[in-house]
């Protein structure tokens, strides 16, 4: 079969060496000069290799609507076509927030259960590159873009654990965005099981076969579901009864409850003992530049929540804040609502200190409701945000926006976060 992969990232590489491996005539091709080296040539993307291509299978990145897609026989996700060759059972986690946890969450518990476990997707690595090995369980990051150009792609279990606004300059509207949320569902069949979060409006009406277990703090109202009480896990219905305790002695945010929630649920319904997801959750250091602890200054405590990068992302960390808050954020707009966010928590933040692309436009929204300060850099951001703070309160950086105006990624911008705090003992 003739494939043309574009892309020369990560997935881009793995996906033409996998492609190569399986016999398929491949040309790896991109819209830029671009070196992959000797054993993969990169050429530039021309009209004749949509016409040649069998099947185009293009980077998340690149847009559904690009014109050279148009021109396409066939196009297929990474993800699709890796998930035809795996032959293991396919757990696969979508949400706006906490995919990354959860998926770390449940491939270590499989880990520790005993399971031959692997792990992939939109987290590292590219899931085609799990196919050679084909663990007999595949625990699968899978976001919004990776599920526009999928045709069979059917999970044993899929997890959606929320859906808030994001990447509206991607999406036409909020409806489209929760349409390719909700499409890891539509493959599934009576044997599958869809986990779903009961609380989240979007997700009341999930369309398909699967079975349907819930989660929430409170009881679900799926008949199969996990809800938090004190501080255990429990369970109901079909699968009822106690789960893993919660870890005590450090302060856990309610995203971080929630993925553990959706975590144990997944592990209950593979029949895993309760004790090995207590000790995974115990052990839990957390994802770094999620909701992590940076520094306490003069009895202020500074948080690095840099992957915080939709406003659905910062509520969930503000809804789990206790101090006032000295909140830094902004960035590369995305066309998030700030205003609610400022209106319900306006008795909680202290200052809000706005940075980046969408500075001007956040501040507008959010001027009404809390007292705000611009700064040109990270450096100055957390400077008026330590001359702000008081003792007992938390400097929380959770931008609500991407990274890419002044910083190269969500992981760099927390990197200077945390060299700014520490300049200042």
Not at 43 to 72: N, Y
Not at 233 to 262: C, H, T, V, W, Y
Not at 401 to 419: E, I, L, P
Request: with cysteine.
């Amino acid at each position: 079969m003739r494939v043309v992969v574009w892309g020369t990232g990560r997935t881009g590489l793995d996906t033409a060496r996998e492609m190569i491996r399986q016999g398929h005539e491949v040309r790896l091709v991109d819209e830029k000069p671009a070196q992959a080296g000797p054993d993969l040539p990169v050429t530039l993307l021309s009209k004749d290799d949509m016409l040649w291509a069998e099947i185009v299978i293009p980077s998340p990145g690149i847009p559904r609507f690009h014109p050279m897609l148009g021109r396409a026989k066939k196009v297929l996700s990474e993800v699709e076509v890796a998930s035809s060759l795996l032959t293991g059972t396919l757990i696969a986690i979508t949400g706006t927030n906490g995919k990354t946890t959860t998926t770390t969450l449940i491939h270590e518990i499989l880990c520790r259960a005993g399971f031959d476990a692997g792990i992939g997707g939109n987290i590292s690595p590219p899931l085609i590159s799990l196919v050679e090995r084909n663990p007999r369980y595949v625990v699968a990051e899978i976001s919004t873009f990776q599920m526009e150009w999928i045709e069979r792609f059917r999970p044993h279990i899929g997890v959606c654990l929320n859906i808030t606004p994001d990447h509206l300059d991607r999406y036409r509207d909020m409806d489209e965005y929760v349409l390719y949320k909700k499409i890891m569902f539509k493959n599934q069949g009576e044997d599958d099981i869809a986990v779903l979060n009961d609380s989240d409006p979007y997700l009341k009406d999930v369309d398909g076969r699967a079975r349907r277990a819930g989660f929430s703090f409170s009881a679900p109202s799926s008949q199969d579901g996990a809800f938090i009480e004190g501080s255990r896990i429990f369970f109901q219905g079909s699968i009822e009864g106690p789960g893993p305790l919660l870890p005590q002695g450090r302060e856990l945010g309610n995203g971080l409850k929630e993925d553990m929630l959706a975590s144990a649920l997944v592990a209950r319904l593979l029949d895993i003992d309760s004790e090995a997801a207590q000790e995974v959750f115990a052990a839990f250091p957390g994802i770094h530049h999620r909701y992590e602890h940076v520094a306490t200054i003069d009895g202020v405590t500074f948080v690095d929540d840099s992957k915080a990068t939709n406003v659905g992302a910062l509520e969930t960390a503000l809804s789990g804040m206790q101090s006032r808050v000295i909140l830094i954020l902004g960035g590369k707009d995305k066309g998030g609502d700030f205003s609610h966010i400022a209106k319900r928590f306006r008795e909680k933040i202290r200052l809000a200190v706005v940075l980046g692309e969408a500075a001007g436009r956040i501040s507008q929204e959010v001027a009404d409701f809390v007292e705000t300060k611009a700064a040109p850099d990270m450096q100055q951001a957390v400077k008026a945000a330590f001359e702000k703070a008081e003792s007992g309160d938390t400097v929380l950086l959770s931008p609500g926006c991407a990274s890419f105006d002044m910083f190269n990624s969500y992981a760099h911008r927390g990197d200077v976060f945390r060299q700014c705090v520490h300049s200042i003992r």
